[in-house]
């Protein structure tokens, strides 16, 4: 069957999607201070943590062009787009103008561009949803329905160890990174409805954020045995296991993925970030 599934680099994807050949990862570029990330799968993670750790800036991210998106359109079979939350990025609004100028000279191309409104994971599971989909032989118009259902349903949260690329980046003032740093507050944090961030609770310590993040779920979870649980973390796979079994021991999901995060999810969660999708 021919198909494409584009994503773009923000998706945190397990190997054996990585290697799924109908799947093509679009990067981004990222910028700290002079030295340009290339979101791709030579980016070295470390490095990436080592230079925002150490500089004083807010890092800067670039979107895929919609040439990019183009590029990858003049193929065999339906054309299915996943990008980072709209409210986050602009690598939406590329894939859009990429469509809009494609169907001017093949208006009889299916392209469907899905919005995850999320990021990381949550658009990992967008594209499993609409591979399985496609696998159970379903038609263009009732995958972008049925996609379009999932992703009003699914739910992201985060939870970070450290503050500092909100400060860097304005979003938090001095004061409040250092009042949560010298308190060891830890916020915990999710998607809403828009793709935009929100602060559902905050936590003294990690663990105990951790815990609060698997409580929160284990209320607001529908279905959870039809439902497939994805964690991404930033360098830190003890955590990442942690919040696995505490969710868990709440909550019987019906599959479970653990991934690292690639460059622009780390420039998000910074080192000992979890984000979590369902």
Same mark, same amino acid.
């Given at each position: 069957?021919?198909?494409?599934?584009? /994503?773009?680099?923000?998706?945190?994807?397990?190997?054996?999607?990585? +290697?799924?050949?109908? =799947?093509?990862?679009?990067?981004?570029?990222? $910028?700290?201070?002079?030295?340009?990330? %290339?979101?791709?799968e030579d980016? @070295?993670?470390?490095?990436?943590?080592? &230079?925002?750790?150490?500089?004083?800036?807010?890092?800067?991210?670039?979107?895929?062009?919609?040439q990019?998106y183009? #590029?990858?359109?003049?193929?065999?079979?339906?054309?299915?787009?996943?990008? =980072?939350?709209?409210?986050? !990025? *602009? !690598?939406?609004?590329?894939?859009?103008?990429a469509?809009?100028?494609?169907?001017?000279?093949?208006?009889?191309?299916n392209?469907? =561009?899905f919005d995850?409104?999320?990021?990381?994971?949550g658009? &990992?599971?967008?594209?499993?949803k609409?591979?399985?989909?496609?696998?159970? *032989?379903?038609?263009?118009? +009732?995958? %972008?329905?049925k %996609?379009?259902?999932?992703?009003?349903?699914? @739910?992201?949260?985060? /939870?970070?160890?450290?503050?500092? #690329?909100?400060?860097?980046?304005?979003?938090?003032?001095?004061?409040k990174?250092?009042v949560?740093?010298?308190?060891?507050?830890?916020?915990i944090?999710?998607?809403?409805?828009?793709g935009?961030?929100?602060?559902?609770?905050q936590?003294? *310590?990690?663990?105990?954020?951790?815990?609060?993040?698997?409580?929160?779920?284990?209320?607001? /979870?529908i279905?959870?045995k039809?439902?497939?649980? *994805?964690?991404a973390?930033?360098?830190?796979?003890? $955590?990442?296991?942690?919040i696995?079994?505490?969710?868990?021991k709440?909550?019987?999901?019906?599959d479970?993925?653990?991934?690292?995060?690639?460059?622009?999810?780390?420039?998000?969660?910074?080192?000992?970030g979890?984000?979590?999708?369902?």
């Amino acid at each position: 069957m021919d198909y494409r599934i584009l /994503v773009d680099s923000c998706t945190d994807l397990p190997k054996k999607l990585k +290697e799924d050949e109908h =799947i093509k990862i679009i990067p981004l570029t990222l $910028r700290i201070d002079d030295k340009i990330f %290339v979101d791709n799968e030579d980016l @070295n993670q470390s490095d990436l943590l080592k &230079t925002m750790k150490e500089s004083p800036n807010s890092p800067k991210s670039a979107c895929p062009s919609p040439q990019d998106y183009l #590029n990858e359109f003049d193929v065999e079979g339906d054309i299915y787009v996943v990008t =980072i939350s709209s409210a986050l !990025s *602009g !690598s939406n609004n590329s894939a859009e103008l990429a469509k809009k100028i494609y169907l001017e000279e093949h208006p009889n191309k299916n392209i469907a =561009i899905f919005d995850s409104r999320s990021a990381s994971v949550g658009q &990992t599971l967008i594209s499993m949803k609409i591979k399985e989909y496609i696998t159970e *032989g379903l038609k263009f118009e +009732e995958i %972008v329905s049925k %996609v379009n259902a999932f992703r009003s349903g699914m @739910n992201t949260k985060f /939870v970070l160890e450290s503050l500092e #690329n909100l400060r860097k980046s304005g979003r938090l003032s001095n004061l409040k990174a250092v009042v949560a740093n010298v308190l060891n507050i830890k916020p915990i944090m999710g998607a809403t409805a828009e793709g935009t961030i929100t602060k559902l609770e905050q936590a003294r *310590g990690i663990s105990k954020a951790l815990i609060n993040m698997a409580t929160i779920i284990e209320h607001d /979870v529908i279905k959870p045995k039809e439902r497939i649980l *994805g964690i991404a973390h930033c360098n830190c796979i003890e $955590r990442a296991m942690f919040i696995k079994d505490e969710i868990l021991k709440r909550v019987p999901f019906k599959d479970i993925f653990i991934v690292d995060t690639a460059g622009v999810s780390s420039v998000y969660a910074n080192e000992g970030g979890i984000i979590v999708a369902y």
